[in-house]
Structures are given as structure tokens and as C-alpha cells.
């Protein structure tokens, strides 16, 4: 209410890339061990699959990789690139890393996300085989699946509606913010 009678909340590409860099650490951080749990106890892996419980950056970065493949959407082209930039120097500073080293690794996400997904451009799905792929779950499958190194369809289906919890909804953060272009305070 309050933000209809004031109007939204301006933010600048900078605060924006925070909040987003922010959130998704924080949530992937925070849910990790229940994605982890829901992987190991899944009744589709013959064998409890193997996951260390401080694994959680390839979730993040699959989470990241899908989530930055969706600002076309909802972004111009300008836009979208001067954002992503600023999301993946937040992530460099998270990774103690260089621009271009953490650029580079999204990139192979992303690719990587798009190839174990094709021909689909589902992104959720494409985000649920990744996991599959990169927390080598093939091998904890019965024989048939195991041999095809395919992903059974009732774990990807499963794994889906977790993933969905991952996608930003700007929908949303659109409904309480503006983004702004950053003023120079040159």
C-alpha cells in the first residue's frame, strides 16, 4: 500500500546487483543441505548418492548461470549487459577471484547448463539436469538408467520443483522497485 502511495523504491544497477548477488548466496547457502537431503533420499538412486555437505557451489553458480540467461527478459540489451557485469564482479569479489576467472566459469556454466539441456530451452530443466550431471548422479542409478548416463524422468521431475524455488522473480522486485541508472560521482 504504502508503495502505491509513495511510489517504488529507487535503486540504482549497483544496489540491484547486491540484492541479487546477496540473495542468491544467501539462499543457496541456507537451502543447500535440504536440495542435498531431497538428492541422497530420493527413492529413484539404487545407492545413496555421494555429496559432500560444503558442495554447494555448483548449485550456486547453476543457479546463477540459469538466472542470468533469464535478465533478457525482463532487460534491454544495454541494460541486461551493464547488470550482469555488475552481478559478476560482485561474484569475482565473492570468489576472491578476477572479473574475467569468475566471467569465464559462469560462461561454463551456462554453456554446459544448454548442452546437457538441448534441444530444450526449459531453463528449470535445464537447471535439474545440470545437477544431475554435475554431482555425477548417474552412477547411484539402477542399471538401465545407469548405462544410458540419462537421468531418470521422476528425479528430473522432482528436482524441477526445487529448482523452480531458484528463479528471481523480477516480477516481483519490479512491483517494489525502479531501477535507476547509477548517477557518476565524478
Known sequence: MLTTLFGKKKLTE??????????????????????????????????????????????LMIVLA????????????????????KIIDKFSTVFGLEYDQMKTIISKYSDFCSRVNHPSKNIIYGMSKAIFFKY??????????????APNPIFLKRMDSIMENYIWDWNNFFNKYKISPSEDKS
Not at 555425477?136 to 548416463?149: A, E, M, P, R, T
Open 14 to 59: 549497483e544496489k540491484t546487483a547486491n540484492i541479487f548477488v546477496n540473495t542468491l548466496t544467501s539462499v543457496v547457502d541456507n537451502t543447500f543441505e535440504e536440495v542435498r537431503n531431497s538428492i541422497i533420499n530420493d527413492p529413484v538412486f539404487e545407492k545413496q548418492p555421494e555429496i559432500n555437505t560444503n558442495d554447494s557451489d555448483k548449485l
Open 136 to 149: 555425477d548422479l548417474g552412477k547411484y542409478q539402477d542399471d538401465y538408467f545407469s548405462q544410458l548416463n
Open 66 to 85: 540459469s538466472n542470468l540467461k533469464l535478465l533478457s527478459k525482463y532487460f534491454s540489451a544495454s541494460e541486461e549487459m551493464l547488470l550482469k557485469g
